[in-house]
């Protein structure tokens, strides 16, 4: 997993509350059995004109052009700034791996779906939860200014403008935090006590040999 330091990312704009994870990645794209390459497929029905479908050529596919990730402007954006309750509905960690592989880093929202927030962390992607008003202002400053920054240290767990104008302070839990620093997932973590697991194996082993699926001669 990537480690998540400091982001100093373009921000995109999707004024919409209560984001369900079908909206995020539409169902028939859970079909794949990899954890890859479902960055293009990101808000399918909102992004594209047509019906979607896995194994589609999507560069050849008809844009939205009054959905917003589709705006010129918006291009390379890495923090999603949106409305309550996103990421809502059916649990699916297809959702953050969607939006991790776009390009999102981190998500500001008011508040956040309890799986879906959980399973961002798994993958890389802050969720960082702002008050009401605080979003109100970040979408007033996106919408009046073209090429909107805000810089994101989860160290010091602060939201600010490039410029240091603005700066809001977030919470996180401390091993989360710790988690999405050094870049370690479940499996990360699990592989820190790598040398342990395989010592045990091998006493294991040595006293019931009969669990091995070893073939003696």
């Not at 990101?42 to 992004?47: P, T």
């Amino acid at each position: 997993m990537q480690k998540f330091t400091i982001v100093d990312g373009l921000v995109a704009p999707l004024d919409r509350a209560n984001v369900d994870t079908d909206a995020i990645i539409p169902k028939q794209f859970l079909k794949s059995i990899q954890r890859t390459g479902f960055g293009p497929n990101l808000f399918d029905e909102w992004r594209y004109l047509d019906h979607g479908e896995p194994g589609m050529d999507n560069s050849k596919r008809p844009l939205n052009p009054d959905f917003v990730l589709n705006e010129a402007r918006y291009q390379g954006a890495s923090v999603l700034l949106t409305r309550k309750n996103f990421g809502c509905g059916s649990s699916r960690e297809h959702a953050p791996w969607a939006l991790e592989q776009y390009g999102f880093r981190a998500i500001i929202a008011p508040s956040f779906a309890d799986i879906f927030f959980n399973n961002c962390f798994k993958n890389g992607v802050l969720p960082i939860v702002l008050n009401e008003v605080q979003v109100d202002q970040l979408f007033n400053e996106v919408r009046a200014f073209p090429g909107f920054r805000l810089v994101i240290d989860l160290e010091a767990q602060t939201v600010s403008t490039v410029n240091g104008s603005q700066s809001y302070a977030f919470n996180v839990d401390p091993f989360r935090k710790y988690c999405l620093l050094n870049g370690l997932d479940d499996i990360g973590l699990t592989l820190r006590n790598e040398q342990k697991i395989r010592s045990f194996e091998e006493q294991h082993l040595a006293r019931f040999p009969w669990l091995s699926n070893t073939i003696q001669p």
